[in-house]
C-alpha cells in the first residue's frame, strides 16, 4: 500500500529538476528522503499531510536515527521536507508547513582526506609514464591517456568529477589553459590549469579517436563503449590510481578536490581565489580547508617544535 505522500513526488520530482535546477543527485535524496517519510506516515496511521505537525516530524526523525542514518542523512531529510512542504503550500493547496522551525542535529565537521603533495606527483607521474609507454593496442593506449588526463584535470582544477564527465570539447581553451565548466544549479565558471595538465589533455584528444563512436558526440572524455564516460566508471578510475598511494584513506574524486584546494591555501592563496576556483557559493564553505591547513601546521610544528 503506498504512503500518502508518494501521489505528489512525480510532481515534486519535476519541480526540484527543472524550476530548482537541483542536480541528480540532490532530486533522487529528496525524493527519496520524502518517499520514507510517506512511507513512515502509512505505518504509522497518518493518512494525509494536512494531518502533519512538527512533533510528527520529530517522530520521523527520531526513527531515522534509531535506523542507524548517519546524522548528515538526518539533517539531508530534514532539508527535504522543508523543500517539499514549501512546494506543497504553494501548489498543492496545502494549508499549513508542518516543516517550519523544524531542526535538526548540527552536521558533525569531517576534515577531508588529503592527500600530500608529494605522494599525489608521484601517482601523477606514474599515470604519465603509463599513458606514454607501449601499449598492446590503441585502446588500451587511449584508456591509459584518458586516464591520466582525468586525475591531471581533476587536481590541477579542483573541479567535481560530474563537471569534468559534462565537459565537452568546445569547453576547452587549450591555448589559453582555461576549462569552462557547469556546476550546481547550472553556473558556469572558468578555471585554469597548468601545462602539465596540458600536456596529459592534448595527449588524450591524440588519442580520443580510439575510444570514441557517434555516441560520444563532443564530449571530453570517452568510456571504452565509445559514449561519453559514465560518471561511476570515471570514479572507478579515482579510486584506482588513488589505492596505490600510501598513507592515504583517500579514494574518491573529492579526495583530489579537497586535496587541490588544501594544497593552493598553503601555497598562498587567498580563500577567495580558492573559492572562486572550487564554485562554493558561500565562502564559509571554502572554509573547512583553512581548518585542514591548520592541523597539517599544528602536525608539523608538534613533530619539529623542540617545546611542542
Given at each position: 500500500?503506498?504512503?500518502?505522500l508518494e501521489?505528489?513526488l512525480?510532481q515534486?520530482?519535476?519541480h526540484?529538476?527543472?524550476?530548482?535546477s537541483?542536480?541528480?543527485h540532490?532530486?533522487r535524496?529528496?525524493?527519496s528522503d520524502v518517499?520514507?517519510?510517506?512511507?513512515?506516515?502509512?505505518?504509522t496511521g497518518?493518512d494525509?499531510m494536512?494531518?502533519?505537525?512538527?512533533?510528527?516530524?520529530?517522530?520521523?526523525?527520531a526513527q531515522?536515527?534509531?535506523?542507524?542514518?548517519a546524522?548528515?542523512?538526518?539533517?539531508?531529510g530534514i532539508?527535504?521536507?522543508?523543500t517539499?512542504?514549501?512546494w506543497?503550500v504553494d501548489t498543492?493547496?496545502?494549508r499549513h508547513?508542518?516543516?517550519?522551525?523544524l531542526?535538526?542535529?548540527?552536521?558533525?565537521?569531517?576534515?577531508?582526506d588529503?592527500?600530500?603533495?608529494?605522494?599525489?606527483?608521484?601517482?601523477?607521474?606514474?599515470l604519465?609514464?603509463?599513458a606514454l609507454?607501449?601499449?598492446?593496442?590503441?585502446q588500451?593506449a587511449?584508456?591509459?591517456?584518458?586516464?591520466?588526463?582525468?586525475l591531471?584535470?581533476?587536481?590541477?582544477?579542483?573541479?567535481?568529477?560530474?563537471?569534468?564527465v559534462?565537459?565537452d570539447?568546445?569547453?576547452?581553451?587549450?591555448?589559453?589553459?582555461?576549462?569552462?565548466?557547469t556546476?550546481?544549479g547550472d553556473?558556469?565558471?572558468?578555471?585554469?590549469?597548468?601545462?602539465t595538465?596540458?600536456?596529459?589533455?592534448?595527449?588524450?584528444?591524440?588519442r580520443r579517436?580510439?575510444?570514441?563512436?557517434p555516441?560520444?558526440?563532443d564530449a571530453?572524455?570517452v568510456?571504452?563503449?565509445g559514449?561519453?564516460i559514465?560518471?561511476?566508471?570515471a570514479?572507478?578510475?579515482v579510486?584506482?590510481?588513488?589505492?596505490?598511494?600510501?598513507d592515504?584513506?583517500?579514494?574518491?574524486?573529492?579526495?583530489?578536490?579537497h586535496?587541490?584546494?588544501?594544497?593552493?591555501?598553503?601555497?598562498?592563496?587567498?580563500l577567495r581565489?580558492?573559492?572562486e576556483?572550487?564554485?562554493?557559493?558561500?565562502v564559509?564553505?571554502?572554509?573547512?580547508?583553512?581548518?585542514?591547513?591548520?592541523e597539517?601546521?599544528?602536525?608539523?610544528y608538534?613533530?619539529?617544535?623542540?617545546?611542542?
Open positions: 500500500m503506498p504512503g500518502p501521489v505528489y512525480p515534486f520530482r519535476a526540484l529538476a527543472l524550476e530548482c537541483r542536480s541528480e540532490t532530486v535524496s529528496y525524493t518517499l520514507d517519510l510517506s512511507n513512515w506516515m502509512r505505518d497518518i494525509a494536512d494531518l502533519l505537525d512538527r512533533d510528527a516530524l520529530r517522530g520521523w526523525l531515522r536515527h534509531q535506523r542507524g542514518l546524522r548528515s542523512s538526518v539533517s539531508r532539508a527535504a521536507v522543508h517539499f512542504f514549501r506543497a498543492q493547496g496545502l508547513d508542518p516543516a517550519a522551525g531542526r535538526g542535529p548540527r552536521p558533525s565537521r569531517h576534515l577531508p588529503v592527500v600530500g603533495a608529494a605522494a599525489l606527483a608521484t601517482m601523477l607521474d606514474n604519465a609514464d603509463a609507454g607501449e601499449h598492446d593496442d590503441e588500451a587511449a584508456c591509459a591517456a584518458r586516464d591520466w588526463a582525468l591531471e584535470l581533476l587536481y590541477a582544477t579542483g573541479a567535481r568529477i560530474s563537471e569534468l559534462g565537459l570539447r568546445s569547453h576547452v581553451d587549450a591555448v589559453n589553459h582555461v576549462l569552462t565548466v556546476g550546481k553556473k558556469q565558471r572558468r578555471i585554469p590549469y597548468g601545462d595538465a596540458g600536456e596529459a589533455l592534448a595527449v588524450w584528444f591524440h579517436g580510439a575510444l570514441a563512436r555516441a560520444a558526440g571530453v572524455f568510456g571504452a563503449r559514449a561519453r559514465d560518471p561511476r566508471v570514479r572507478r578510475v579510486g584506482e590510481a588513488l589505492r596505490g598511494v600510501p592515504t584513506s583517500a579514494r574518491g574524486p573529492h579526495s583530489l578536490r586535496s587541490a584546494a588544501t594544497h593552493l591555501l598553503d601555497g598562498g592563496a587567498d581565489t580558492v573559492q576556483l572550487l564554485g562554493h557559493s558561500t564559509a564553505t571554502t572554509q573547512i580547508y583553512t581548518h585542514v591547513s591548520v597539517r601546521l599544528k602536525s608539523a608538534s613533530q619539529a617544535h623542540p617545546r611542542a
